[in-house]
C-alpha cells in the first residue's frame, strides 16, 4: 500500500506561480510512475501530467504544456509540480497518483493509488 500525501496548494494571483508536492509515505516508491490529476467543480477528474520513475519520461495534457513541470526526487519519495503562468482555468483540486503504468498510458486508464487532494484556486 502507498500512501500519497498533497501539500502546497492554496490561493493565487492569475499569472502567478505555485508548487505542489507530493510524499509517497509506507510501501516503497521505487518502480512507480507518478502522476497529478486535477478536478474542478462540476468536472470530470482529468489528467495533468506524469513522470516516469527515471525522470525520464514525462506527459503532460496539452492546456498545462509550457506552463506545468512535474518532477520528482526518488531520494526522497516526493513528486513535484511546478505551475507557471497560472489561469483561473487552472482552479481544480489536484490529486497525487502513483502507477505502474507509463506517463502516456496514465492519461487514458486509472492510476492504483491516489492521495487526498489539494486545492489549487486562481483567481482572476
Known amino acids: 500500500q502507498v500512501q500519497l500525501v498533497e501539500s502546497g496548494g492554496g490561493l493565487v494571483q492569475a499569472g502567478g506561480s505555485l508548487r505542489i508536492s507530493c510524499a509517497a509515505i509506507?510501501?516503497?516508491?521505487?518502480?512507480?510512475?507518478m502522476g497529478w490529476f486535477r478536478q474542478a467543480p462540476g468536472k470530470e477528474r482529468e489528467f495533468v501530467a506524469a513522470i516516469s520513475w527515471s525522470g525520464i519520461d514525462s506527459d503532460y495534457t496539452d492546456s498545462v504544456k509550457g506552463r506545468f513541470t512535474i518532477s520528482r526526487d526518488n531520494n526522497k519519495s516526493t513528486v513535484f509540480l511546478q505551475m507557471n503562468s497560472l489561469k483561473p482555468e487552472d482552479t481544480a483540486v489536484y490529486y497525487c497518483?502513483?502507477?505502474?503504468?507509463?506517463?502516456?498510458?496514465?492519461?487514458?486508464?486509472?492510476?492504483?493509488?491516489w492521495g487526498q487532494g489539494t486545492q489549487v484556486t486562481v483567481s482572476s
Open positions: 497518483a502513483a502507477s505502474v503504468l507509463s506517463p502516456q498510458q496514465l492519461r487514458i486508464a486509472l492510476p492504483r493509488y
Open positions: 509506507g510501501r516503497t516508491f521505487s518502480g512507480y510512475t
